[in-house]
């Protein structure tokens, strides 16, 4: 009896050492599968095929997946810089998730090489390609020494001191959505160095914009540090008499709304000061019948095309397609019994006692019925009796709020249908006269040819206080000049589909959409291959862009640049 199980212990032992033998093997065909299946969907530029081919290779997880990913991903990096499409859709996300799961000591080490030989403050541009390394980095939940190269390159002191890579760090902690970094962004807010409030803003916009995202978390103390801290630094700025940007202020408010659910704006420090006390005592928000006073957000700006700008330095983006000469179908009436828009956010945390997310909801309703009447009671005044075209609609309401800006605001004035302008040459400053002249000058637009929707939020992306060239900078998301002085809020308005880019030639390619029309030859022109790029050239300025819609027009893009933004999305299609 002893030796017949002897036998069969030997007989299963010599099984398993022979599957264990065949496992690498397996994983080695699985990979070589999913690559051949990759490179297949490649050429058909088919999203949905190319992300399971990377889950694929994730799944194979092979000394090899990894190398070709990386090698992948380091393609699209420089098909983005030579301002090609790079990869389609959600294939990139796919494939930095796909990184992530290679989080073995040897993966780690090769990725966290790839960050930190970098040099971002001499190559701006090497920044987004430090983003994707830590965001890899960053989903790796479970590894150390992943950790502490993410939290390395938050707190690299070199000197000069790097923004760049404080924001790549920032942002992909943002998108990993990992509260483990609560203390090491909030230590951000701490350092001392003026330059991040006053000329590197982007530096305070992602430490918010992160926060908003990764403090809003079951765990009390997350919330509390970060409340605390942000409450600390605005007393600061109070103390020195620091004029704070409005555009920080904004990302600031919207960062303890999703925290707290209180709309106050971050220069209430004694409010958020005694909110973080009754928070940490007591485990939960609290109420607020005895808290200090509170101010709630920065005054409102005048609405345009019903949507509030963010921030001093506005751009306006309209679409001059021919198009936009076709009969306008919405009118006020139709406008008026829409529901309330409001700007992208995460929301905020349901609070556990009924009555005050009732007050909450309220209040929020509130607000959300005040813009929308504020934004209505703009649209009253344009004459729309003679309106007739959506051409028409929008040289009228952008007279309008030109004309109503406030004295000192900046704005510029780009125009697009297949060639890209910026009237206005670059930024001018709102004063009487200056107001005057572009408010006639709007009344006298006229529509050209085809939609450029790419090149329109790419000028826009460009103004900044050196002026505006046509096509320069190739990398507005990290150059010097558009980070410091460019947009705060991109107003975007198109009635259409993109049917043409910068780098388009001629008109005859066959439109994938349907439908007999043709679209140019270059790239950048379907919805699938703008809003990604959009997405990565705003991926540290946090540039907010409102999106308006006239008509039919290509709703999934508009979408996604405003949920990605941080902007609201303005539906005005009617097919009354």
């Known amino acids: 009896m002893r030796s017949a199980s002897t036998r069969l212990f030997s007989i299963l032992f010599v099984a398993a050492l022979f599957l264990l033998a065949q496992a690498p093997i397996v994983a080695q065909d699985a990979f070589k599968d999913a690559k051949k299946d990759f490179e297949s969907a490649r050429k058909e530029n088919s999203p949905t095929k190319m992300g399971r081919a990377i889950e694929g290779m994730a799944g194979a997880k092979t000394p090899e997946a990894r190398d070709y990913l990386l090698g992948v991903l380091a393609e699209d990096q420089k098909d983005r810089k030579n301002k090609k499409p790079g990869l389609p859709g959600d294939v990139r996300k796919k494939l930095l998730m796909a990184l992530s799961t290679f989080s073995d000591d040897e993966s780690v080490s090769k990725i966290g090489e790839a960050v930190l030989k970098i040099d971002s403050l001499k190559d701006p541009a090497s920044a987004l390609d430090q983003f994707d390394f830590l965001l890899a980095l960053v989903r790796m939940k479970e590894s150390a020494p992943a950790q502490q190269v993410v939290t390395n390159a938050l707190s690299f002191a070199g000197k000069p001191a790097n923004p760049y890579i404080k924001c790549a760090a920032l942002e992909a902690i943002r998108q990993g959505g990992d509260s483990r970094y609560v203390d090491a962004v909030v230590a951000v807010m701490k350092e001392d160095n003026k330059e991040w ?49 409005d555009r920080v202020r904004y990302f600031a408010g919207r960062m303890l709304k999703a925290l707290s659910g209180e709309n106050a704006d971050i220069m209430s420090w004694q409010f958020w000061k005694w909110w973080a006390l009754q928070k940490k005592s007591l485990g939960k928000a609290p109420k607020i019948d005895k808290a200090p006073k509170k101010q709630e957000q920065t005054k409102a700006k005048p609405p345009v095309f019903n949507v509030a700008p963010v921030g001093k330095r506005f751009v306006f983006s309209l679409d001059m397609s021919l198009s936009m000469n076709m ?5 006020l009436p139709e406008i008026e019994k829409r529901p309330p828009q409001r700007p992208s956010t995460g929301g905020h945390k349901k609070e556990a006692d009924p009555e ?60 697009w249908s297949t060639e890209v302008e910026c009237i206005t040459g670059g930024w001018v400053k709102a004063d009487a006269a200056s107001k005057a002249k572009w408010s006639k000058a709007a009344k006298e637009i006229e529509a050209v040819a085809l939609t450029n929707m790419h090149g329109g939020l790419m000028g826009g992306l460009r103004v900044s206080d050196k002026g505006y060239k046509d096509g320069q900078p190739a990398e507005p998301s990290v150059d010097p000049d558009c980070v410091i002085s460019g947009a705060d809020c991109i107003v975007f308005l198109t009635d259409g589909w993109g049917s043409w880019s910068d780098d388009s030639n001629t008109q005859s390619v066959d439109d994938p959409r349907g439908g007999t029309g043709k679209i140019g ?24 862009i409102h999106c308006i819609g006239i008509g039919n027009h290509d709703k999934d893009c508009l979408k996604h640049i405003a949920k990605d933004s941080g902007g609201t999305y303005i539906d005005w299609y009617f097919d009354g």
């Open 197 to 245: 409030w006053t000329k590197w803003k982007i530096v305070p916009i992602n430490v918010f914009a992160c926060l908003e995202a990764i403090a809003q978390t079951d765990e009390n103390e997350a919330t509390v540090k970060a409340v605390e801290a942000t409450a600390d630094l605005a007393k600061l700025w109070e103390d020195d008499k620091m004029v704070v940007d």
């Open 327 to 331: 009969p306008l179908k919405i009118d």
């Open 356 to 415: 005050e997310e009732k007050r909450r909801e309220e209040e929020e309703k509130r607000i959300a019925e005040a813009e929308k009447k504020r934004g209505i009671d703009a649209l009253k005044k344009l004459p729309w009796q003679t309106i007739s075209t959506k051409l028409e609609l929008a040289r009228e309401e952008l007279a309008r709020a030109i004309s109503e800006l406030e004295d000192g605001t900046i704005f510029a004035i780009v125009l």
């Open 521 to 544: 030859d270059g790239t950048h022109i379907l919805g699938p291959e703008i809003w990604p790029a959009i997405a990565r050239q705003n991926l540290f300025r946090k540039v907010v």
